[in-house]
């Protein structure tokens, strides 16, 4: 019953209408991990600028740093200032969590977050937590699950999506999670250059990793390689909704799938 631009579901009224556009890697990049350099540090602001690859330099406000107290002068019983814990030429790991606007450059975060089906990974982090959109019920019987699947030395946060899954669906979002962590570190140590090391999947994608379930008929889409990425990623994260992927082979159909679906004239 949902509409994405090259995503329609069914032929039913629309609901959403979603339109991507071209990807642009200097301005739409909200959610990517960079491997970032710092600029120079402006204590008066508590702030860093950052090159992350891109024209603009980003910002790292203080309370976005990323450190370990046994490295800071004075331990832990003092909030160290940012000059005490980034300096000009260092090197890090960042992720957008803003994009630039106008002047502005991204804003980033030390503490990287990768969105699955079901669950936040948090990296290197004891973050825990569960959606307070769940039944008390339900909250505790992810409670017992989360002790088999979560990974050592990392964070979690189970999502809203994960009611009523079973540990081995949440298991298999968990381990598609940390590979994908594991991967952006190897990268990070390939060079020291800034630049990207994780891109945000495309809108679609996006949209059925927040939306996708079995109450959905099925996802059809007119484009071949987004069809093979989309259906890729559903067989990872949901494999028994996988069918439910198709493809709308306009040439064959005689109609564009706008018009087969009628969705020009709700537009």
Not at 10 to 34: F, K, M
Not at 63 to 92: C, F, N
Not at 202 to 210: H, S, T
Request: hydrophobic share 35%.
């Amino acid at each position: 019953d949902r509409d994405v631009t090259g995503v329609q579901t069914c032929a039913l009224p629309i609901l959403e209408h979603y339109v991507s556009r071209a990807a642009d890697d200097t301005t739409q990049i909200d959610g990517n991990v960079y491997r970032g350099r710092v600029q120079n540090v402006l204590p008066g602001m508590e702030a860093a600028f950052v090159d992350i690859g891109i024209p603009k330099n980003a910002v790292l406000y203080r309370g976005d740093v990323r450190y370990d107290k046994d490295d800071i002068e004075g331990g832990a019983s003092q909030q160290p200032r940012i000059e005490d814990v980034l300096k000009a030429g260092q090197t890090i790991l960042c992720q957008v969590t803003k994009n630039p606007i106008g002047a502005k450059g991204a804003r980033l975060t030390q503490e990287v977050s990768l969105p699955g089906r079901f669950a936040v990974l948090v990296p290197n982090s004891s973050a825990f937590g569960i959606s307070k959109r769940l039944g008390d019920n339900e909250r505790r019987r992810l409670r017992r699950v989360i002790d088999e699947v979560k990974p050592a030395g990392h964070g979690m946060i189970v999502r809203t999506a994960a009611e009523g899954v079973s540990a081995e669906e949440l298991q298999r979002d968990v381990t598609t999670l940390v590979e994908q962590w594991e991967a952006i570190e190897a990268e990070a140590k390939r060079s020291n250059a800034p630049g990207l090391l994780y891109r945000e999947p495309d809108l679609a994608v996006r949209i059925l990793r927040e939306e996708l379930n079995a109450e959905y008929r099925g996802v059809v889409i007119d484009d071949r390689a987004l069809y093979e990425q989309v259906r890729d990623y559903v067989t990872a994260v949901s494999p028994d909704l996988a069918e439910r992927v198709e493809f709308y082979d306009a040439g064959a159909e005689g109609l564009p799938i706008f018009e087969r679906y009628h969705v020009h004239e709700q537009l």
